[in-house]
Structures are given as structure tokens and as C-alpha cells.
């Protein structure tokens, strides 16, 4: 099972444990963590000794829920105002072990908003009035760091934990660096964007002898999607895929599916969009003949790019994540 570690920072009072509450919720096969909760002391003392204990309180945890089969994506929010904190957890974390992706985010706001916030938790009793001062102070730290930094001023809790569940999906860069961690040999061509097979052969992208095209198919009652990779050259009838895959009724699925489900845009189709199907509703469908070619292309999740990579590796790497793949004699 793929892993996620979403690791959620900022100051005091910014909306961090709202936030990851949301984001739990909303990511399947989630667990969330505070870091206040492993320190939840009283009094509370700050100490070298303390400061140590509560990492290693965090670290194993995080640990234990990194290499559980039961949860795919695990929430961690804490203060984190400076990167050694970050990088020390990260470098006590079976990340390599569990292949876990880690989306580090800085959540920020205006220093008015942030007082207007803990103002309003301490109306409410949740904060004393001398977190006030120590968290905007704190507050142009998270500036260096290197996250990704979300200004939540304008935002809610809920519009803040669906930006960050975006930022989470496979791009170029995470698909390509994907691959390198896995140890996948392939060759990349960069390129203008290229919508069909037949741009692709007037832009001359390289590979062609192994090209490949994309059919994003769903059933009448929309509870079935395929994605039916053929060799360019194919053609085959939906009828014919129908009979194939013991389906009912084909057609082409929206461009909204193509978005929600595996993260792409139309002219951007790829067996490697597989990687965002986080509820592994889609199956992967390849033609015989690209498995007997032994590679095929594919666009890493973004059509300005092109890799050339072995069939059987992309398959390996699609079930590593839990996505079905069938092969078919089309």
C-alpha cells in the first residue's frame, strides 16, 4: 500500500489541528496525530530532556502508523517552526522502508487574523492570553522553511484541507522522482504539450516504435472505469473492449472523472495517472501486444513529458499501490 505522511506546521492558533481533522476525514484509509498530544503535561516543562522525549514520542508512533496495512495516509500536525525539527523527524521515520511520500506544509496567515484567531480561543477558554505574543513572533519563522507555505487568511478549515489533499496528487516531478526512488530505469523527452497520438508524432517525441495511446472508459452506470492502454496503431471498437472485459455498456468517462479520479486533463491520459486513484476505482487495461513489446510510453502525469519505460515494471509499480491491472488480447 502506498503511504502519504502529510506533516502540517505553523503557529500557535493558525488552525492546524482543524485542519488536519479535515484532511483525515477527507483522505481514505487515515490516521491523524498531534504532537501536542504526545507532551500533554502538566506542568508543562521545557527541557532538553523533554524537548528529546517528545520526538522520540512522535517518531514512534508515526512509525507504528507508517507501517500498519491499515492506513494509507497519516495527518501530523504540530508547531514546526524551524526545519531541524522537521528534518529530525523525517530522519527517524521508516520513510524508505514503508516508501512513504512526506507533503510538508506551513500554514500561515496575517499577523491581524493570527491575534483575531487566538483572541477567539481564548474567549472560548481553549487558550491563555500569553500564547498571543509568542506565536506572532513565531510567525515569520515559517518563511524559511522549506515547506510549502499556504496563506490561510481567506480560507476555512475545509478549503485549506482540500488544497492541501491536491497538492498530494502525482505530478511530473512527483511521478519522475517516484520512479528514481524505486529504482524504475526509464527515459524521459520533454516536450511541448501534446494532446493526441497525432500531435505526438508531429512534435516527433521519441520512443514512437513503443508508443502508446490512452482509452478513459466507464459502464452505463458509472460504477465501473477502465483505463485501456493500446498500441498507438490499434484500433479497436468500444464493443470490442465491452465483450473483452465482460462489461456492460462502455462509453468514454467526463473530464470531471478524468480530474477526481485520476488527476489528469484530457490530452494528458497515462497509465501512471493510476497513481492519484487513491480509491483504486479504476482499472488499468493493457493490449497484449505492448506486454510482448516489453516497453511502453506514457506522459509522467503531465502531457509535456514523454517516458520510455518496460511494461512489466509499470505494472509492478501500478499493484504496489493497490490498482488492478488485466491484460487483454485486443
Known sequence: MAKTLYLIGGPMGVGKTAVARRLRDALPASVMLDGDWCWDASPFVVTDETKALVLDNICHVLGNFLRCSAYENIVFCWVMHEQAIIDA????????????????????????????????????????????????????????????????????PDQVAERIAHLARFDKIRTLRLLDRRGIPYELAEHAAVFTVQEAHDEQVPFAEFGAKNLFLRDDKHRAYYL????????????????????????????????????????????????????????????????????????????????LMGTQDLIDLLESRGTTVRVIDA
Not at 522502508?97 to 491581524?112: I, M, N, P, R
Not at 480561543?121 to 507555505?149: C, K, M
Not at 479497436?236 to 488527476?263: H, P, T, Y
Open 228 to 307: 485501456v492502454v493500446l498500441p498507438d496503431a490499434k484500433e479497436v471498437s468500444l464493443k470490442r473492449i465491452q465483450e473483452l472485459l465482460g462489461s456492460r455498456r462502455l462509453s468514454f468517462a467526463s473530464a470531471n472523472d478524468l480530474d477526481r479520479m485520476l488527476g489528469l486533463i484530457p490530452g494528458a491520459v497515462s497509465p501512471l495517472g493510476a497513481l492519484n486513484d487513491a480509491e483504486h476505482r479504476v482499472e488499468v487495461v493493457l493490449d497484449r501486444a505492448l506486454v510482448d513489446a516489453g516497453k511502453l510510453t506514457a506522459h509522467p502525469c503531465d502531457n509535456t513529458a514523454t517516458v
Open 89 to 156: 523527524i523525517c530522519r527517524h521515520l521508516p520513510l524508505a522502508e514503508t516508501g512513504c511520500e512526506v507533503v510538508s506544509v506551513s500554514l500561515t496567515c496575517t499577523a491581524d487574523e493570527l491575534r483575531r484567531r487566538i483572541e477567539g480561543d481564548v474567549s472560548a477558554g481553549v487558550r491563555t492570553s500569553d500564547v498571543i505574543e509568542r506565536a506572532l513572533a513565531r510567525l515569520p519563522l515559517y518563511g524559511t522553511l522549506d515547506t510549502i507555505h499556504m496563506d490561510t487568511t481567506d480560507m476555512n
